[in-house]
């Protein structure tokens, strides 16, 4: 098979604090194929961010890969410049954040901001007019005359998708997309960012803590817990069957689409923190099925195109089948 899009492997990310270095992310892997819509899934301070930006090469000072590969297109993007790396934004890879009005310019028209973003990829007005089109505007030339705060929520985050879109990217990154919008718009938005992907062939990462909102947006999703992908797989299956006793958490808790929370309470126990890790399994703390064993560091279980970090996968199934009884 040909190299995947993006592939990370093994990555860590470090902040420093007082000269020492404290890993936030901890051997993250994933790898998202042309065209391909994955999620990151998991509570806030799982690392999901910190990963996104990373493939964006837009870590803030603080923090820095200590290890392991991010290669887009077969290129390490660990090893590239900022200035290389700033002209891969845009064109190739685009972003979208949760809180569009901090990332729109609130002095700045629409249509000027489009404009630059359209220009970096050397898209044209009708390129812009068509995609303000696309997603939903029913007069497009009216918004490029307006500024963002004349627009609700969804319109400016729809905005941000426009922008994001407009160069034909292969790759969109969307940072809790939806999150700050209300529930009716979500489903909008969500599905418009599907189409979207699907008809531009543009792959999506999406991080979200919300599993309604992968389930409507990915084929595939990794589970991130305290750094570690615990578990990935097809989003169908892993969340029919999860193969990790966090997956399984987070289902069981699940709240549902519109619910904007960003810690999931019901879960019993705390999520620990980076200097609390050691190379048991993260999640034993907290977890029904723990046993001495985990506190050995956990395995990594690959079976066809689904993995999980955990010792206790048939323990969990076995529970998963009395369930369904
Ligand atoms: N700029 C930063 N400097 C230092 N630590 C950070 C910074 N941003 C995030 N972190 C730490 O990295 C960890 C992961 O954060 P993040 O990726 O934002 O989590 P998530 O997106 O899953 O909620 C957290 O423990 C957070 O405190
Ligand atoms: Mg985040």
Not at 151 to 160: K, P
Request: hydrophobic content about 40%.
């Amino acid at each position: 098979m040909s190299e995947p899009l993006l592939k990370i492997q093994n990555l860590q990310v470090s902040a420093t604090r007082s000269s020492a270095k404290l890993p936030v992310v901890d051997g993250a892997s994933l790898s998202i194929e042309r065209g391909e819509r994955v999620a990151l899934v998991g509570e806030s301070g799982s690392g999901k961010s910190v990963t996104c930006f990373s493939a964006m090469g837009l870590l803030p000072e603080s923090l820095q890969v200590t290890d392991g590969s991010i290669r887009y297109q077969g290129s390490e993007l660990t090893a590239l410049g900022a200035e290389k790396l700033r002209r891969l934004r845009g064109p190739e890879i685009a972003m979208i954040y949760q809180e569009p009005l901090t990332s729109l310019n609130p002095l700045l028209t629409i249509g000027a901001q489009l404009k630059e973003a359209a220009g970096r990829a050397k898209a044209g007005r009708r390129e812009i007019l068509e995609m303000l089109d696309r997603v939903g505007f029913a007069d497009p030339p009216r918004i490029l005359r307006q500024r963002p705060h004349e627009l609700s929520g969804g319109m400016r985050q729809r905005v941000m998708i426009a922008m994001a879109l407009v160069g034909r990217p292969k790759l969109l990154l969307a940072d809790e997309p939806t999150t700050a919008l209300d529930v009716t718009i979500q489903s909008q938005v969500l599905k418009l960012m599907y189409d979207l992907s699907y008809d531009l062939d543009t792959a999506v990462l999406i991080v979200s803590h919300d599993l309604s909102v992968v389930r409507k947006l990915a084929d595939t999703v990794h589970v991130m817990y305290a750094g570690q992908v615990v578990e990935s797989g097809p989003v169908k299956e892993v969340l029919a069957t999860p193969r990790h006793p966090y997956t399984q958490a987070l289902l069981d808790s699940a709240p549902h689409m519109g619910d904007t929370r960003d810690r999931l309470e019901s879960i019993p126990g705390i999520v620990p923190t980076p200097d609390q890790w050691d190379q048991g399994c993260r999640f034993r703390s907290r977890c029904p099925l723990a046993t001495e064993q985990c506190e050995q560091r956990p395995p990594k279980v690959e079976e066809d195109d689904r993995a999980s970090m955990c010792w206790h996968i048939d323990r969990l199934v076995a529970r998963q089948q009395e369930a369904a009884v």
